[in-house]
């Protein structure tokens, strides 16, 4: 009798091991360059010994609480499949708010306005930039992050989804120069340095979690530098921390801004923040 381990003793296994179904079946069709739908007709298809072996590898690292965006090298955002390694974050459901929150300005609020140009501040994948320029294909995105290696991947990003997007090197609004804008977005690094939901994220890069100290310091370098690279009128828009709201419209009120409002994640909690600069 063959007694190989099959399809349906390898995901056994990974819910043994504490992984979810989903992800177990996701990787294993990744392995096997099967649609998971062919592994619940095949349950009982062997596996060679080399896949055996990347299976056990894939296995521990996800047992791990390594990402399945890593291990499969991609996520989904709002409809787009973005390549994602570990010199980016993996993109959230909760930045879909931001971009959701800049589409409706740039359909709405600016929409009279004869360009809309658009900067997405430490684009990381480029999931903002990329997303709102095939949205709104009119637009004239910049994107910039102090990581090379983070921009190599929003440009290969930007190219397989065919969005033209101007990117630059340098942290925060250095790296735009003197350049003034309609629209501006960034998904900082806004955890606490003590903050405890930091061991769970070992895997992800740790300069585009958190700053250090409270927090804050990204977006108050963000707020701070901000009028000065926005025309009257303009928008600028952040992630931040469930519990850093109100700091953030303290900011934004100190630095001049009006309108200026926050949008809940879909728990509930405080998310984003943004205001109109006057």
């Not at 925060?172 to 350049?179: K, M, Q, R, T, V």
């Amino acid at each position: 009798m063959n007694d190989e381990p099959r399809v349906a003793d390898l995901l056994a296994q990974a819910r043994a091991a504490g992984v979810d179904r989903l992800d177990a079946q996701l990787l294993l069709a990744r392995l096997l360059a099967r649609p998971r739908t062919w592994l619940l007709a095949h349950d009982d298809a062997a596996l060679d010994p080399t896949q055996l072996s990347a299976w056990s590898s894939l296995l521990a690292r996800r047992a791990a609480g390594e990402p399945l965006a890593y291990l499969l090298g991609e996520k989904e955002f709002r409809g787009l499949l973005l390549r994602v390694n570990t010199d980016v974050l993996v993109p959230r459901p909760e930045t879909e708010i931001l971009v959701d929150w800049a589409i409706e300005l740039l359909n709405g609020a600016l929409r009279d306005r004869s360009a809309h140009r658009v900067a997405d501040l430490g684009t990381g994948s480029g999931a903002i930039a990329i997303a709102i320029k095939h949205t709104c294909s009119a637009a004239q995105v910049s994107a910039t992050d102090a990581s090379a290696a983070a921009l190599d991947v929003a440009r290969a990003n930007a190219h397989e989804l065919g969005t033209s997007i101007s990117f630059a090197a340098g942290s925060w609004w250095e790296a735009l120069g003197d350049a003034r804008f309609d629209l501006v977005l960034s998904n900082p690094p806004y955890v606490a340095a003590a903050d405890p939901h930091l061991a769970a994220l070992c895997h992800e890069p740790r300069a585009a979690l958190t700053p250090g100290g409270d927090g804050l310091d990204a977006l108050r370098q963000i707020i701070a530098g901000a009028p000065d690279h926005l025309t009257p009128g303009a928008w600028l828009l952040v992630e931040h921390g469930y519990d850093q709201a109100h700091a953030v419209q303290a900011l934004l009120a100190t630095h001049g801004f009006g309108e200026i409002a926050t949008r809940a994640d879909l728990a509930g909690q405080p998310r984003c923040t943004g205001g109109c600069h006057r």
